[in-house]
């Protein structure tokens, strides 16, 4: 488990693309499966991606062909490309660096980083 720093989010016309990273202060290397999260106002945080250290990757159907999870170990960083943007994809998005082959998060988060879909 290590520290996040979630950024990259911004207001976007519908349609459009963002770009979220997620840096940790330490190596993830090692840590066999990370996530990104997302809270829309008023509902609980769901699970949009993860991705394991070999890279295989998982997404909920919403999100499924339009957006792309990554990491670079050599940086420490993940990521989340996010393309044709809609307003149901408004939220906090978060990134977890522990996160069980079922999808449920149990390391600490960041302060997350505000998306803002407009139509």
């Known amino acids: 488990q290590v520290p996040l720093v979630e950024s990259g989010g911004g207001l976007v016309q519908a349609g459009g693309s963002l770009r979220l990273s997620c840096a940790a202060s330490g190596s993830i290397f090692s840590i066999p499966n990370m996530g990104w999260y997302r809270q829309a106002p008023g509902k609980q945080r769901e699970l949009v991606a993860t991705i394991t250290r070999r890279g295989t990757t998982d997404y909920v159907d919403a999100v499924k062909g339009r957006f792309t999870i990554s990491r670079d170990n050599a940086k420490n960083t993940m990521y989340l490309q996010m393309n044709s943007l809609k307003p149901e994809d408004t939220a906090v998005y978060y990134c977890?660096?522990?996160?069980?082959?079922?999808?449920?998060?149990?390391?600490?988060w960041g302060q997350g980083t505000q998306v803002t879909v407009s139509s």
């Open positions: 977890n660096t522990a996160v069980s082959y079922s999808g449920t998060p149990f390391g600490p």
